[in-house]
């Protein structure tokens, strides 16, 4: 099942390939039917996370962009599974033809490396895999406290510098990966230190993605735009209208009790903040809930006075994402995968970071912006002085 969040849908991504993860072309002569074996170049470990596109058609049993699991035939060859456990049993999926066009195997793995494989002098790290420019990685270290090798940070995306097969740098985009910038390595860390190749490309990888948008999104707004429910008690203000004091916009209301006696919902009615009294409520025949009737025909006082007394139940939020809040979504999405895409950047503002994102603060405590320009248009109509109040 594809990633999908409340805003976005991972189709509404065009560049999650770019930066690419490990990958090589194979042609349809590299596929062996009797034996289910692929010819690659990369020596690819028993239990990598691989999956497959196209130019024409995948091989039949395989998939377009499903994960699977490779099995180590040799260095040049594999097997895929269905499973790491199949993987490991060697139990491998039946290639019944070769396909068509030219296909592309997509590589994911990892493997660990020690405080004696980083060299200061070179910033260069020592590596079992052949790993090619700027593809992405992500690196995190053994011990309740991880200490990388400074100034790499656990979970942040870098990109590889191949110096030779067995040594890669670290760059901090693809641009100055392929240029050969590196990052300045100033200690080994301490512990066993691990080195995620390929992330981002797996559907898993997507979908954290998705959410850290709109999680940031949610952050910087103080609001969400979607329909959520709530549940809130407020005290009753001798008035037939009753403001809820929340920040999103109310789409429906479900239940009103007054006291816990729930009010029959001819009688009351709502807009965008607030709940009153239908005007038509008060021509109602005396009969049902007569203490009410007569005090709406007498008094008009739809909410007595009280602590705590009225409890309301219903949706809040949007009916429909708003286009300026979802094209927002995709910007920041498209710059996770490729972050030059987007690279404004106001510096005269505080830099701190979620996730992978930079944004921005003016007075150390509120999120002000994302740090480009682009979504920071977009959503400042939308951006919210305070919190949402009162609805659990």
């Not at 998939?63 to 097997?79: G, R």
């Not at 300026?324 to 970071?353: F, G, H, M, W």
Request: glycine share 8%; aromatic share 8%; proline share 4%.
């Amino acid at each position: 099942m594809p990633a999908s969040g409340n805003y976005i849908l991972e189709a509404d991504i065009d560049n999650w390939d770019v930066p690419c993860g490990l990958e090589e072309e194979f042609a349809t002569s590299a596929v062996a039917t009797s034996t289910d074996i692929i010819t690659v170049t990369h020596d690819i470990d028993t239990g990598a996370e691989v999956s497959f596109t196209t130019t024409g058609t995948l091989p039949d049993g395989l998939e377009l962009d499903t994960l699977y699991y490779v099995i180590n035939v040799s260095s040049v060859t594999i097997k895929v599974a269905n499973s790491p456990l199949l993987a490991a049993l060697g139990t491998q999926v039946d290639l019944v033809d070769a396909g068509t066009g030219t296909h592309t195997i997509r590589i994911n793995w990892s493997e660990t490396f020690a405080t004696t494989d980083v060299t200061l002098a070179s910033d260069k790290i020592t590596v079992s895999h052949d790993i090619d420019d700027a593809c992405k990685l992500r690196f995190n270290s053994s011990g309740s406290t991880p200490d990388l090798p400074a100034p790499l940070v656990v979970g942040v995306a870098y990109y590889a510098i191949n110096v030779d097969p067995t040594h890669v740098q670290v760059a901090t985009t693809p641009a100055n990966a392929i240029a050969g910038t590196n990052i300045t390595i100033t200690d080994v860390g301490s512990g066993t230190h691990s080195l995620f190749v390929g992330e981002g490309e797996t559907e898993y990888d997507r979908q954290q993605a998705i959410n850290r948008v709109e999680d940031l999104i949610e952050k910087l707004t103080k609001d969400f735009f979607y329909a959520e429910d709530f549940v809130i008690y407020l005290d009753g203000n001798g008035k037939d209208r009753l403001f809820l004091g929340l920040v999103p916009d109310i789409i429906s209301v479900s239940k009103v009790k007054i006291s816990g006696v729930e009010l029959t919902s001819s009688w009351y009615t709502f807009d965008n903040d607030s709940i009153y009294l239908d005007p038509e409520a008060v021509t109602s025949e005396e009969g049902d809930m007569a203490e009410l009737h007569l005090r709406l025909k007498y008094e008009r006082i739809l909410f007595p006075r009280g602590m705590g007394n009225i409890k309301v139940t219903g949706t809040y939020g949007k009916s429909t994402v708003p286009a300026r809040v979802r094209q927002a979504a995709i910007i920041l999405c498209k710059a996770e995968n490729d972050p030059e895409l987007y690279p404004s950047y106001d510096s005269n503002l505080k830099s701190e970071k979620i996730g992978d994102y930079s944004y921005t603060v003016a007075d150390g405590k509120n999120i002000t912006k994302t740090g480009i320009d682009a979504v920071d248009d977009l959503l400042r109509e939308y951006l919210r002085k305070k919190p949402m109040l009162g609805a659990v």
